[in-house]
């Protein structure tokens, strides 16, 4: 049974940081592709950031490009995403999700990467608050 757990949200001020953890488990594949999602109340959930879980492959969305890096430590099955110089337009709850063994390669290859449709399973989320 595949599971994702995230960790790490928090209040936090503008121009601050915060690192959230996923960590995920249950596969009966080698790698998937895990990405961040986020969705501020009354707005519809956007993908942030993803990667490949079998190499470095990352993406990033426009909105947190150079503010945001995605890692892993494979030894614990988890994935990181280290947010820094928080907006408060970065205030939303944050899933992680797995496509089920996609490679992140495919999803941008058919641009999408960051539709909910293609991760099979999800976090509960961690909640973020940036307050200016």
């Known amino acids: 049974q595949v599971q994702l757990r995230e960790s790490g949200g928090g209040q936090v001020q503008a121009g601050g940081t915060l690192r959230l953890a996923c960590t995920h488990s249950g596969y009966t594949y080698k790698s998937t592709c895990v990405a961040w999602f986020r969705q501020a109340p009354g707005r519809e959930r956007e993908g942030v950031a993803s990667?490949?879980?079998?190499?470095?492959?990352?993406a990033y969305a426009a909105s947190v490009k150079g503010r945001f890096a995605i890692s892993q430590d494979n030894a614990k099955n988890t994935i990181f995403l280290q947010m820094n110089n928080l907006k408060p337009e970065d205030t939303a709850m944050y899933y992680c999700?797995?496509?089920?063994?996609?490679?992140?390669?495919?999803?941008?290859?058919?641009?999408?990467?960051?539709?909910?449709?293609?991760?099979?399973?999800w976090g509960q989320g961690t909640q973020v608050t940036v307050s200016s």
């Open positions: 990667i490949y879980t079998g190499g470095d492959d990352t």
């Open positions: 999700a797995s496509s089920g063994g996609v490679p992140c390669d495919t999803l941008r290859a058919l641009d999408r990467m960051f539709l909910q449709v293609e991760y099979d399973y």
